[in-house]
């Protein structure tokens, strides 16, 4: 739900996806053209996203401000979708049949 609010796109209740959105694109030449389709996606099972930290300092959020990590100049990231399932209270009619 709290993708969807951001601007994400709504997810199956079962999938294991890992969905992500970019909210501020930090590129090295101001003039270079941003797809679209990096904004908001998936990383799937078996995939993993690369990251590389461009800016002197800096820090990643992981579910909004609950886990942070300062990050330094040519800290990379790896992003996988293989952490344990969250425990989701739904109600009985929103559960898939």
């Not at 003039?31 to 998936?42: K, P, Q, R, S």
Request: proline content about 5%; hydrophobic content about 40%.
């Amino acid at each position: 739900a709290a993708m969807a609010a951001a601007g994400g796109q709504p997810m199956d209740l079962m999938s294991k996806d890992l969905q992500y959105l970019i909210r501020e694109h930090m590129m090295e030449n101001s003039n270079e053209e941003i797809d679209g389709d990096v904004n908001n996606a998936m990383v799937h099972s078996g995939q993993k996203m690369h990251l590389r930290w461009n800016s002197q300092k800096g820090r990643i959020f992981i579910d909004g401000s609950h886990l942070t990590h300062n990050l330094e100049l040519g800290d990379e990231i790896l992003i996988d979708n293989e952490a344990p399932p969250l425990q989701m209270f739904v109600p009985k009619h929103r559960m898939p049949k």
